[in-house]
């Protein structure tokens, strides 16, 4: 009851009350880095928010230090919304759903049997559904 160590299942920790989940995450980062702790480089540690950003950094030196790993190649460390956008691509934005549908209608016009058949708009609403 009064352990501090975490108990885990595939990708839960439970951390014990008092103990610093940064500090149990840092520990778990490093132990399962072997065997090169140093290289955290292809992982990313999400957090709640930037303001605890600064102190996991420093929690994770610590960590490797006490190890004996004086320094290391950092994990990505940030918030899910920054994170997120280190993907975003501000160049091309989301289509509306009337630009889906002209974009849609247009590469329809190509094959008009189709069209024919079903008719233009209850084709592209069932599409677009499919898409989605």
Partial sequence: MGDASPRSSANTVLVSYGADPLRIVSEQLLAEAQPSPIDLSNTVVLLPHQGAVPRFRRVLLD??????????????????????????????????????????????????????????????????????
């Fill in 63 to 132: 960590t490797a230090s006490d190890l004996g790993f004086p320094a290391l190649l950092p994990p990505y460390v940030g918030a899910l919304g920054a994170w997120l956008q280190n993907f975003a691509d501000n160049k091309h934005r989301r289509l509306s759903n009337t630009g889906r549908e002209i974009l849609l209608f247009e590469a329809l016009a190509e094959h008009p049997q189709p069209i024919e058949r079903w008719g233009a708009w209850p084709l592209i609403d069932g599409l677009l559904k499919l898409f989605d």
